[in-house]
């Protein structure tokens, strides 16, 4: 026997695999649809943490180049304060070089032959002027000076006689050049 369903089945599933459509449809483009929005917040966000990050760093960066100035000057005061330093010790050290010069000095020049008027230094270079009785005392005078302490060589420069009260005297005027301070 035949049998005919008259029932529209076939539209039925045309409809219905049309609506399955449409549901799949507007399913996928709901999801595509979050999936951006869920990716476009993600970017935001990513995007607001790395500025917040760069404007710590750049205050950071600002702070430090505070602290190298800091540091610079404070190289700078050090440098000045380590010359300074230097300087006194120098002198502390070259303090008493003239008082010990003098007084080796005065050991030897030959009392009652020889008085010294003037005595200059420049650089290591001693200047002395003064009178002596005759060339003998200059002579012993400058032969005390060559084994002085201080002294490192002794050049006289010139001699002439000269009176004084009608006594006749030997002006001199004689270098020395000065052994380094050690």
């Known amino acids: 026997m035949i049998r005919i369903n008259l029932l529209p089945y076939r539209e039925r599933e045309k409809k219905e695999g049309v609506t399955r459509q449409i549901v799949i449809i507007v399913i996928s483009s709901v999801v595509f649809l979050l999936a951006i929005g869920s990716f476009q917040l993600y970017l935001v966000i990513s995007t607001s943490n790395l500025e917040r990050d760069v404007k710590i760093q750049e205050e950071e960066l600002a702070r430090l180049k505070k602290t190298i100035v800091d540091i610079e000057q404070y190289k700078l005061n050090m440098a000045t304060l380590q010359k300074k330093l230097a300087i006194i010790n120098a002198l502390e050290e070259n303090r008493l070089a003239p008082v010990k010069m003098l007084d080796e000095l005065s050991l030897v020049v ?73």
Do not use: Y
């Open 110 to 182: 030959p009392v009652k032959e020889v008085w010294l008027d003037k005595i200059s230094e420049k650089g290591t270079e001693i200047t002395m002027e003064g009178m002596a009785r005759n060339n003998i005392a200059v002579a012993h005078f400058m032969k005390n000076l060559s084994v002085a302490n201080f002294v490192k060589a002794v050049d006289l420069i010139s001699t002439r006689e000269k009176e004084i009260a009608g006594i006749k005297l030997q002006q001199f005027v004689i270098t020395c050049v000065k052994k380094k301070v050690q």
